[in-house]
């Protein structure tokens, strides 16, 4: 099992910027796969971006060239930093990683930015 727990998120105005953070703990080894996904009120869950065990990335394109995914191994945690965000950026975001074969999700954190 892995436990995810999610932080970062807030209120920020249009142009502004959040760090979320994904702590991640339990049975880690194995973990081949980590990234980070949204969801806003009546649509469907998508990526936003993921980083794998060799730390290759890869972005959604509506948010490339103002996010960026990183991973701190020693510290067990990974972040989204999100920058010049924009109003269609507002929903929860997730941290889901993959084991093996099976995924964890984390709870959730509240994006919001106004306009």
């Known amino acids: 099992q892995v436990q995810l727990v999610e932080s970062g998120g807030g209120l920020v105005q249009a142009g502004g910027s959040l760090r979320l953070s994904c702590a991640y703990s339990g049975t880690i080894f194995g973990i081949n796969y980590m990234g980070w996904y949204r969801q806003a009120p009546g649509k469907q869950r998508d990526l936003v971006a993921t980083?794998?065990?060799?730390?290759?990335?890869n972005y959604a394109d509506s948010v490339k060239g103002r996010f960026t995914i990183s991973r701190d191994n020693a510290k067990n945690t990974m972040y989204l930093q999100m920058n010049r965000l924009k109003p269609e950026d507002t929903a929860v975001y997730y941290c889901?990683?993959?084991?093996?074969?099976?995924?964890?999700w984390g709870q959730g954190t509240q994006v919001t930015v106004s306009s």
């Open positions: 980083i794998t065990s060799g730390g290759s990335t």
């Open positions: 889901k990683v993959r084991r093996l074969s099976s995924d964890y």
